[in-house]
């Protein structure tokens, strides 16, 4: 049998919780988000962006970016694939509007994809490696006439109109 004191702590604490998950949810809008296709996950925003090189589809993750980016990691010296985000499908969406989609990959894969790919989603973040690269085919770029994604307007705008854009 549940006490007064216990039903009314258990109470204070719903509340709490749910004031605190209105606050994260009412805050900053996402005008940046990369989401992961099978949950709608979001995995990266601008808030995690330090630097957007242009000329190379690097993003420069800030603190928060890392850490975000390696509580994708397992741990151990060997990853294991399950809970990464290693073969996943993600969207780039910009102010909600798909970009383009793509698939987090790994140089340690030996399958080859013709699309856009976020490369070395198996490796640990840190305060030197604080980069993640997307490109567009692994191991090579697609041939033929097909167009580069990510070579979008919509993202190239929205990083310089918050100044985190880099070009060389």
Same mark, same amino acid.
């Given at each position: 049998? $549940?006490?007064? /004191? ?23 809008? $996402? ?18 962006? /330090? ?7 690097? $993003? ?7 850490? /975000? ?10 990853? /294991? ?5 290693? =073969?996943?499908?993600? !969207? ?19 399958? =080859? ?9 198996l490796v640990r973040l840190s305060r030197v490696n604080n980069a993640i ?7 090579? =770029? ?12 919509? !993202? %190239?705008?929205? %990083? ?9």
């Amino acid at each position: 049998m $549940i006490t007064k /004191k216990t039903f009314l702590l258990l109470v204070a604490a719903l509340i709490l919780a749910l004031s605190s998950l209105l606050a994260c949810n009412s805050g900053e809008e $996402i005008g940046f988000g990369i989401y992961l296709i099978d949950s709608e996950e979001l995995v990266l925003s601008e808030h995690h962006v /330090k630097v957007y090189h242009k000329d190379t589809h690097t $993003i420069e993750l800030n603190e928060e970016g890392k850490e /975000k980016w390696n509580s994708y990691m397992t741990k151990g010296t060997v990853p /294991k694939l399950a809970g990464t985000l290693f =073969s996943r499908d993600f !969207v780039l969406k910009i102010e909600g509007e798909e970009i383009y989609r793509g698939k987090f990959y790994s140089s340690v894969s030996s399958a =080859s994809y013709s699309g856009v790919v976020i490369m070395d989603a198996l490796v640990r973040l840190s305060r030197v490696n604080n980069a993640i690269r997307i490109e567009f085919g692994y191991p090579w =770029s697609p041939s033929g006439s097909e167009e580069d994604p990510r070579d979008s307007s919509e !993202v %190239f705008n929205f %990083f310089e109109r918050r100044g985190l854009l880099e070009s060389r």
